[in-house]
């Protein structure tokens, strides 16, 4: 199993850059995106940093600009992981995030206003002004962002994660503590895996592969929970005055000197240091999911990742093109298929490989089908695939209620009664 993955030796100090020949467009800042920012000064200068006593750098060369993080209220320096911000009237970093507003301005800038004053830059010869910040909003408060790909050790990359104990799962109906097993069953199996999603530098919401859902918020000595709605997480070296092995991060609750612990049954939050609470982020590259096929030769699926759609002879892979009178229209799906990208598909009885793939996806949703990546229960109308008594092709048949619902199995899709078009809802079924 290891012959499949790599040791990721990963240190935060070491996180390094790197931004390939692009051309300077300036574009909206994102939400999790990094940028580098340029003023519009005569002299054109680049933002290289905000000093902590107050203050701007700025440099000529674009190859000192600072790189910043947009974050949900600010931007966030992240040579420093702190946060643009004001004291006593000047642009300053601080270490909780000042509400910074990105206000449009023309030629594709913006204003960078916080502490309700504008940013600027008025040294022609680059040399450091104290303060930095107007009531106004001239030509040299405006300020272009230009995206740059930051090479973050954990944002998005998919790894299993190990103490000196055992693994850490997830079941699959997705309303249970998360468990630990002493051993990793395979690369099939995305029960194990993990992906960090950045918030702020360093700070990550942590999602299972194959649920979809996230690490929730964890207590002392709790069960750690699933959850749709995430904890946010710092991986981190250090716990407090404790300093992980080599090769190891603790699993901490943000601004909270609490970690992840795995026990023999399951994750738990946990006080303090300690082996338990040590991880190793074994990243992974190769890894995959199974469709089994049965003699009825139709299914539906959809995955947590970008996969590559199988071109075994007699595989069809479709997605819903339109609705017609009763008949659904196929629109047939090839190369790599988008994460959370419900498809129905036709194959001869048999087990077919969606690899994972890092390639940018050729298919993706459309609105029409949806689906879960757990057991889940669904309050709304729907049509699921299924073969009626007696006949031998496939339909979407009205899935059957329950006490105002009816489940829905993992990694399954289905088609709402709202994406029907009005006049067609009371139908009992649709053929293709």
Known sequence: MRNFMRKFTLLIASLFLTVGAMAQTFVEPQVGKFYKIKGNHSTNPWLTAVVENGGIDVSSDEANAGIFMRIENGLQEVSTGKYI????????????????????????????KTGGRYLYNNQPDYTREAGNLTAAGPDDTKWGFIEVDYDDPFNNKVFALDSYMDYIYCLTDGNTNIYTNGSFTGVADTRALWMPEIVKVGVYKIKNVHTGLYIGATQHNSSVQMSETPGNYEIATAAGSETAQDG?????????????????????????????????????????????????????????????????????????????????????????????????????????????????????????????????????????????????EAVLGKAGMSNGSWLNNANKAYLPVSAVPAALQGAASFSF
């Open 85 to 112: 911000g004001t004291k006593n009237n000047q642009i300053t970093l601080v270490t909780t995030a000042d509400e910074t507003l990105i206000e449009a301005a023309d030629g594709g800038r913006f204003y960078i």
């Open 248 to 392: 190891k991060y603790y699993i901490k609750v943000a601004g909270v000197n609490a970690c992840m612990h795995s026990t023999a049954a399951t994750a738990k939050g946990w006080e303090g240091g300690g082996l338990g609470n040590q991880y190793v982020f074994t990243e992974l590259s190769e890894f995959s999911h199974t469709l089994a096929v049965g003699t009825t030769e139709w299914s539906t699926l959809v995955l947590g990742f970008n996969a590559t759609i199988p071109t075994n002879e007699g595989f069809k892979a479709y997605t819903v093109e339109t609705i017609e009178g009763t008949t659904v229209k196929l629109a047939e799906a090839i190369g790599v298929l988008a994460a959370n990208t419900p498809i129905i598909v036709n194959a001869p009885q048999g087990n077919y490989t969606f690899a994972y793939t890092t390639e940018e996806a050729t298919v993706a949703a459309n609105g029409k089908l949806c689906g879960t990546l757990y057991n889940k229960n669904i309050s709304e109308e729907a049509y699921v695939l299924g073969i009626p008594d007696g006949e031998t």
